[in-house]
């Protein structure tokens, strides 16, 4: 069970996580790199987000995903809040929903996995839950389609090559939700540094396989 000091760090580390990604997803890399345009293909929110699964992993690791999932909310909720002060309510809107669809499916995946190789489940749980929440997230915050959760980003419905590099053409957001997925699948296999790392000293407590 969460002791309220432990409740304090997930939920601290959890808010901050997820208030840094709404605020930097609306800056995109203005740099170039072999002649592509970066910032066709990626937002610094990128490098930041897939933070949000490390901690969820090392609360479900240590105290089950019944405490994973109140640290979730509690950062949905905490996070979410203040997302409204520091972006678009477009944005939050956006980032809410992809959390939690994103972070409840890691849950679900870790626990399954956890027996496993010691790798596996905070990896595998962290790709599949990057996916779902980058898909949600960018339909949401850029698609024309969902308009009516906030006015439309031209910059981000302008047509541009897919990656900066394909000769096909489709809204920048798509090549950002792409940039976007492939580096946090490689923030993911970094993230198992310190997830290796911190998984011998936040051992898990005796019920922390319960639902």
Known sequence: MLTTRSTLIYVTLMTLVVVASNFLVQ???????????????????????????????????????????????????????????????????????????????????????????WWRAPLVGSLVGSLLDTAIFFSFA????????????????ESAPILGVFAAQAPRWISWAIGDFTVKVIVGLVMLLPYGALMNVLRPMQAARAN
């Not at 019944?66 to 944005?91: D, K, M, N, Q």
């Not at 850029?142 to 419905?157: I, K, S, Y």
């Open 27 to 117: 800056f995109p890399l203005n740099a170039e790199f072999a002649g592509i345009n970066l910032a066709d293909i990626l937002t610094w929110g990128a490098f930041t987000y897939p933070v949000a699964f490390l901690v969820t992993d090392l609360t479900n690791r240590q105290f089950g995903p019944r405490a994973a999932r109140e640290v979730v909310f509690a950062g949905f909720v905490v996070g979410v809040t203040l997302s409204f002060y520091t972006s678009v309510p477009r944005i939050a809107i956006a980032s809410g929903s992809a959390y939690l669809a994103g972070q409840l499916l890691d849950i679900s995946v870790f626990n399954r996995l956890r027996r496993q190789a």
């Open 142 to 157: 850029f698609a024309a389609f969902f308009v009516f959760f906030g006015a439309n980003d031209p910059f981000a419905l």
